[in-house]
């Protein structure tokens, strides 16, 4: 049985938020939210071949599935490319935002996990502009020249917002490892409490990647998870398919 072993921080300052605090964290809570409507609930970024294949078939292996694909694949190099989106976008610098969003659309390894970021990525943007729109936006945007990935969307607009980056990023691998765990759910399946472990057993790995990425540069990119990228690439191919990825 999975159970979570590491203790929550101290509380070190009681008090309530300000109005600036208070509208980030808002503001994080609705765009990570899974009610937010990017079409997440539609992709599980391979895990339905995984489940198909046996090597994902119940809380322990789905655990141990994500663990990796956070830390040493997908996961991580997303938080990498949030981490240089924001800081590009925050300075200001449309030559970065450039780079970034070229390098982040050729670094998906499959044809549907290009469809998976690159849609939710839009769809951020666009709901983002309809909703929350403010003046930076739309030239940061504009800079990106390009199709805009899922975690470079983020980046733009959390910045455009002046929200700071090590929330962000945090709230931004809780909601990826929370959209994988519901997935999984649903195609072990998995029952509510046992998706809860899963989630509680996972804080640890997410805030040691969150912490990597956020130290990281584009030079240290890389992925190490070649069965999950198989497992994207065959789910090309399979035959009876929930999510479209």
């Known amino acids: 049985m999975l159970m979570i072993t590491s203790k929550p921080p101290p509380i070190d300052d009681p008090g309530g938020l300000d109005q600036t605090e208070a509208a980030a964290l808002y503001r994080l809570m609705t765009w990570l939210s899974p009610a937010f409507p990017v079409g997440a609930f539609s992709y599980s970024s391979g895990i339905e071949w995984a489940v198909e294949a046996g090597d994902i078939?119940?809380?322990?292996?789905l655990y141990d599935w994500l663990a990796a694909m956070l830390s040493c694949g997908s996961g991580f190099c997303d938080g990498v490319f949030l981490a240089a989106t924001h800081r590009g976008a925050a300075a200001g610098d449309k030559s970065a935002l450039r780079e970034i969003t070229e390098l982040a659309a050729a670094f998906v390894p499959?044809?549907?996990r290009a469809l998976e970021t690159t849609?939710?990525?839009?769809?951020?943007?666009d709901i983002a502009r309809a909703?929350?729109?403010?003046?930076?936006?739309?030239?940061?945007?504009?800079?990106?020249?390009?199709?805009?990935?899922?975690?470079?969307?983020?980046?733009?607009?959390?910045?455009?917002?002046?929200?700071?980056?090590?929330?962000?990023?945090?709230?931004?691998?809780?909601a990826l490892v929370s959209n994988w765990i519901s997935a999984g759910a649903r195609l072990i399946p998995l029952g509510q409490t046992d998706s809860q472990r899963v989630l509680a057993a996972l804080e640890p790995v997410v805030a040691a990647t969150a912490q990597r990425a956020?130290?990281?540069?584009?030079?240290?990119?890389?992925?190490?998870?070649?069965?999950?990228?198989?497992?994207?690439?065959?789910?090309?191919?399979?035959?009876?398919?929930?999510?479209?990825?």
């Open 110 to 112: 499959s044809r549907e």
């Open 119 to 125: 849609s939710q990525g839009r769809a951020f943007i």
């Open 214 to 245: 956020l130290n990281a540069s584009l030079d240290d990119l890389g992925s190490a998870t070649f069965r999950a990228d198989l497992a994207g690439l065959r789910h090309e191919t399979q035959y009876t398919r929930l999510f479209r990825s």
């Open 57 to 61: 078939a119940d809380a322990t292996s």
């Open 131 to 174: 909703a929350w729109n403010c003046d930076r936006l739309g030239p940061l945007i504009a800079a990106c020249d390009g199709a805009i990935v899922y975690p470079v969307a983020v980046g733009i607009v959390s910045a455009a917002h002046a929200i700071p980056l090590a929330p962000t990023m945090h709230a931004f691998l809780h």
